[in-house]
């Protein structure tokens, strides 16, 4: 489109500009171009239609720039077609407390029902005859194979002390495939006075113990032993120093069958003579005994028996029991009820046989437990037993065993957390019984008299979480032999107490034992003063495997149990272990 201005006028043509040389018409329209002849235009025409097209052309361009240069930078315009809106800002909702108010007494009554008599439920004792139910027997297993292996052991300790007291341990244990094998060795010393009735008793004390058992079925054991005891004898002039020895040996075997058995023979050679050479007594002693269970170990049947043959002069020995018992159980409550027969016969040492009663009773009762044991046995000893019990006694002994079908214990076991008490009542005869009566050479004789023994006991056990563990003790006890006397040496009041307290590398550990005023004599007599003693043990681990040892004996001091033959007073020793 073309746009001409009304103001003005095109100028007139020049002459040179036409063509064809004619002479230029008059009239003041021009005639229109021929249709062979080429359209000429006016050259400013031409400029402004170029100007006008270039700027159409460039106002595309142009127009957001401009647009742009017109807008402040801060100024934004929304669209007016938007799809997407956008809010910023923090937005904050508060809604009123509604709360509901309980609603009550709308609802219906609670429906009580009523049972009818005939539909009540029945209450009686239920109490099914249990012994009216067949037998189901089940086939024996077979004999376990022993597996609880225990590790490989060794220890060495020793130490020494005031009054040059000193001790040692030795301790191995080894496990194999087949079995194991243990030694055990043990040596205590202290030295003593010469002959004098101000001295102390002096003693050098050594014995061991090694054997093995297999772990095959029929399990067999073997064990060997032996002592030696060289100790002074103070009181007397005539005897300065004694040696104690004693050798054995013992071979079992042990099953735990369809049939629970278990059978020793034990051999044992003893001698009790002074240090000069000079010989008191000899003995020879052996032992056999065997233990069996059938059905399932409700039937119980034992015998023991042994000879002692004295080396010395004196009379043989021989002894022996015999022994049947029935297990029951029924509710938690067990009794095993049966009899036991004991005898000796001691060529010109006397005999004695007796039946006793074989009970062993516990009843649970509410927050308690009632038990009730009677266990008739024949406490035998060797020669070298004699003398440990007694180091002090006059020379060739009569040695016999103590004949007890009475040895009877009951009371009631009461447990509470940590704590356990136990109360008990004491009852014992004896138609056979060794006693010592001190002789004229201050020697002390032995001796076996009847005699009967009432009393009563306690015992009370504490135990801490942390394994600390605290024990204590004690019994009176009335005895009277069968002629009403009193029986020597043997104390109304006996009282025992131990304390044990582990901490991370050790232990201590306190052991206390005492007895009260003792009868010297049967009639009349100055009653012996009391005696105890207090020993203390404690280890501490320095650095793997060694750790430091203290003991300390007789804390209490002077410990005389035989009147004239006091023990040196308290000993304590520091010691070394080695432990692996």
Do not use: C, K
């Not at 006028?9 to 021929?34: F, H, N, R």
Request: net charge negative.
């Amino acid at each position: 489109m073309r746009a001409f201005s009304p103001a003005r006028t095109l100028p007139p043509t020049p002459p040179s500009a036409q063509t064809g040389g004619a002479a230029p018409s008059q009239s003041a329209v021009p005639a229109p171009p021929a249709a062979d002849a080429t359209s000429r235009v006016p050259t400013g025409a031409l400029l402004r239609a170029g100007r006008l097209g270039a700027a159409l052309l460039l106002l595309p361009f142009l127009l957001p720039a401009l647009a742009a240069a017109q807008t402040p930078d801060d100024e934004r315009l929304p669209s007016l077609t938007p799809r997407v809106f956008e809010s910023r800002g923090t937005v904050r909702v508060s809604l009123p407390d509604i709360e509901r108010q309980p609603l009550s007494g709308f609802g219906p009554p609670p429906r009580t029902y009523v049972v009818p008599a005939e539909r009540e439920p029945a209450t009686r004792p239920f109490a099914p005859d249990l012994d009216a139910l067949p037998v189901y027997v089940l086939d024996a297993p077979p004999e376990p194979a022993l597996s609880a292996r225990e590790p490989n052991t060794f220890r060495v300790e020793g130490g020494v002390g005031s009054h040059v007291a000193r001790y040692g341990r030795a301790d191995l244990a080894a496990t194999g495939a087949a079995g194991a094998f243990f030694v055990d060795a043990d040596y205590d010393g202290i030295p003593g006075g010469d002959v004098g009735f101000d001295q102390r008793v002096g003693e050098d004390a050594f014995a061991v113990r090694a054997g093995g058992h297999s772990f095959a079925p029929g399990r067999v054991r073997i064990e060997g032993h032996a002592v030696l005891d060289r100790y002074s004898t103070p009181a007397t002039a005539e005897f300065g120093r004694r040696s104690r020895r004693s050798l054995g040996a013992e071979v079992g075997v042990e099953g735990f069958g369809a049939v629970r058995y278990d059978a020793e023979v034990r051999f044992e050679q003893s001698r009790l003579a002074r240090t000069d050479g000079d010989e008191e007594a000899t003995e020879g002693r052996f032992e056999a005994l065997a233990r069996a269970g059938f059905l399932d170990d409700r039937v119980r049947l034992d015998a023991a028996g042994g000879t002692a043959s004295p080396g010395s002069g004196g009379a043989d020995v021989q002894y022996g029991s015999a022994g049947a018992a029935v297990a029951l159980g029924r509710g938690g409550a067990s009794l095993v009820v049966g009899a036991r027969v004991l005898g000796y016969d001691g060529d010109g040492g006397g005999n004695s046989v007796s039946v006793g009663p074989i009970i062993d009773l516990t009843l649970p009762l509410r927050g308690m437990t009632a038990f009730a044991t009677n266990t008739p046995r024949l406490a035998a000893r060797s020669l070298s037993d004699l003398a440990a019990l007694n180091p002090f006694v006059a020379p060739d002994p009569l040695v016999v065993p103590d004949v007890l079908p009475v040895d009877a214990r009951a009371g009631v076991e009461v447990g509470r957390g940590p704590f356990r008490a136990r109360a008990f009542g004491i009852g014992l005869y004896a138609p056979t019984l060794l006693v010592f009566e001190r002789g004229g050479d201050a020697l002390y004789a032995e001796d076996y008299v009847e005699a009967t023994v009432y009393g009563a006991g306690a015992d009370l056990v504490a135990t801490a979480p942390g394994g600390a563990e605290a024990s204590a003790g004690v019994e009176y006890r009335y005895a009277r032999t069968d002629d009403g006397d009193s029986v020597p040496f043997y104390a109304p009041f006996v009282g025992r107490a131990g304390v044990q307290v582990p901490f991370p590398r050790g232990r201590v550990g306190l052991a206390a034992y005492g007895e009260g005023p003792r009868p010297t004599q049967r009639i009349g007599g100055d009653d012996a003063s009391a005696w105890g003693l207090v020993s203390l043990d404690a280890r501490y681990d320095v650095y793997d495997p060694f750790s430091v040892t203290l003991r300390a004996e007789r804390l209490v001091g002077e410990a005389e149990r035989w009147p004239g033959f006091p023990r040196p007073p308290f000993a304590v020793m520091l010691g070394l272990r080695l432990a692996r």
